[in-house]
Structures are given as structure tokens and as C-alpha cells.
């Protein structure tokens, strides 16, 4: 009997320090998820804003963001209501791309995300342009993302004004 009891304390103790093995490892894992979102999203942010500054210095690709302020963003971007587009924005590039309900792709080689190169992640990155008004456009940079059939998102919000 008291090798019974032994027994059972000892594999109640294993399978304690299992499930807590296993969810510190999940814990990790979502972290580091988490941290590569809010980075690709604070991504998007820069390369609409990098977007923005080049058209003041006169190398506007596609002439995207030159007339920002009195058209419309129908250069690679997809109108989603008035005044709203979505798009994907390159790392590299500063040129819209329609592909933002794919996933983005990870080169393990440079360790950037791309729509280009790599093995596909579990990342999409939306950007949304909504001009507030002839000075001023919203951009969201939303990164989505599934880990175990659990949706997660991470939404970065920056307001950009026409320094014309």
C-alpha cells in the first residue's frame, strides 16, 4: 500500500511540473509572437511615413503619396469605403502593394519579413489610409496572427499631416 501511495505522489508531482513545462513554454512562445507583431506593425507605420517623406524631396514612387491629399490612394491600394484603402507595404520598398490578406514570409537568411522570399509565417499586416482631411490621414498598421485556433491582433495608430 505505501509503495501505492509512493507512486502516486510521485507521478502526480511529474505530471505538475509537465503542465507547467508546457505552459511556460506557450507563454514564451505567444511573448515572442506578440513582440514581432508589434514590431511588424510599428513596420507598417515607418514605410507609409518613409512613403511621405520621400514625396517632399521629390522621388515619390508611382506618385503614391504626391497627391495624397486631394485623390485618392488607387496606386496598389484597394478601396475599403470613402476615404479608406488598404494595402501591404514592403520593408525594402516603399511602393503598395494589394497583398495584404496574405501572410507574410520570413527569410531565415536576412531574419526580415517580406512578401517576397522565405517560408511562410503566421503573420498578415493590413495597412489602412484614411484622409481625415486635406491635411491629415490615419494610418492603422494591423498585424494578425493564430497560434493553436486562438486569434490574436495587434493595432499601431499614427496620425500623419501634409507638411506642404
Keep these: 500500500m505505501e509503495v501505492m501511495v509512493a507512486i502516486f505522489i510521485v507521478v502526480t508531482g511529474l505530471t505538475t511540473v509537465l503542465v507547467l513545462l508546457t505552459q511556460s513554454i506557450s507563454g514564451a512562445t505567444r511573448s515572442t509572437n506578440k513582440l514581432i507583431a508589434a514590431n511588424l506593425a510599428q513596420e507598417g507605420i515607418e514605410v507609409v511615413r518613409n512613403i511621405r517623406d520621400l514625396s517632399y524631396n521629390g522621388s515619390d514612387p508611382n506618385g503614391v503619396w504626391t497627391a495624397w491629399h486631394t ?13 479608406i484603402y488598404l494595402c501591404s507595404a514592403q520593408y525594402n520598398s516603399v511602393a503598395f502593394g494589394s497583398s495584404y490578406n496574405t501572410n507574410l514570409n520570413f527569410d531565415s537568411t536576412t531574419g526580415l519579413y517580406s512578401y517576397g522570399a522565405g517560408t511562410q509565417s503566421i503573420f498578415k499586416r493590413t495597412i489602412t489610409l484614411t484622409r481625415v482631411s486635406n491635411a491629415q490621414l490615419r494610418v492603422n498598421s494591423l498585424v494578425s496572427w493564430s497560434e493553436k485556433g486562438t486569434p490574436y491582433n495587434i493595432n499601431v495608430e499614427d496620425t500623419l499631416w501634409n507638411w506642404r
Design 71 to 83: 485623390t485618392n490612394y488607387s496606386t496598389g491600394c484597394t478601396p475599403n469605403g470613402v476615404n
